[in-house]
């Protein structure tokens, strides 16, 4: 499977306890990559946006604009850990 210029693409990656503090970190290594580009063909990208989101709290925000990096934390408190496995059977509705 490929891709053709200028299509665009989405992916995850989930940084979790002591490991969540460091996503700024990885959102500019994502970021400088693009320049060197990935696989053995080199393939460049451009990182446009990185969204934090929050599954537990329902709750997302931007921490990547294409230039800068926000370092944010998207609290979980106790509440939103008990109340997820009832969202989880309502399709987190």
Do not use: C
Not at 20 to 34: E, H, K, N, Q, W
Not at 40 to 56: I, K, S, T
Not at 82 to 92: H, T, W, Y
């Amino acid at each position: 499977m490929g891709y053709a210029p200028g299509e665009k693409m989405r992916f995850g990656f989930t940084g979790v306890g002591r490991t969540a503090g460091f996503i700024p970190y990885y959102v500019d290594a994502f970021s400088r990559i693009s320049d060197e580009g990935v696989g053995h063909l080199r393939v460049r990208y451009r990182l446009e946006r990185v969204v934090a989101r929050n599954q537990l709290a329902g709750t997302q925000e931007e921490i990547f604009d294409g230039e800068v990096v926000k370092n944010r934390t998207l609290a979980t408190v106790w509440e939103n850990a008990v109340s997820a496995p009832r969202r989880m059977e309502n399709g987190f509705g």
